[in-house]
């Protein structure tokens, strides 16, 4: 797997409070970045999914596309979200040209 190196600028209580968390889950610091970056960018694309569901501009299969999970998945996260499965038969014809 190729690798990309990223630099970062945080604020030294930041880095402190890293540090603290690292230790306390025994890992180093550059494994806890890389986890909550992980973390951070599926919430981030969840969040980008389910605004599109909500606002009717995605399909729930296209929500879970751009949340990079699988339909079933999303199903299953909508309530997280406090989302509702609206799923009819535009629905379904959009998800079916795709």
């Not at 604020?11 to 890992?27: C, N, S, W, Y």
């Not at 494994?31 to 605004?51: I, N, P, S, V």
């Not at 729930?60 to 509702?84: F, T």
Request: proline residues 2%.
């Amino acid at each position: 797997m190729r690798t990309v190196t990223i630099s970062l600028r945080l604020p030294h209580d930041e880095v402190a409070r890293l540090e603290v968390l690292a230790k306390e889950l025994g890992i180093d610091r550059p494994t806890l970045l890389k986890q909550a970056l992980r973390r951070g960018t599926e919430d981030l694309m969840f969040e980008q999914a389910c605004h599109a569901y909500r606002s009717k501009e995605a399909t729930l299969s296209r929500a879970a596309r751009i949340a990079g999970i699988g339909l079933r998945d999303m199903i299953l996260k909508l309530k997280e979200a406090n989302l509702e499965l609206t799923y009819g038969v535009q629905e379904l014809e959009k998800d079916l040209q795709v």
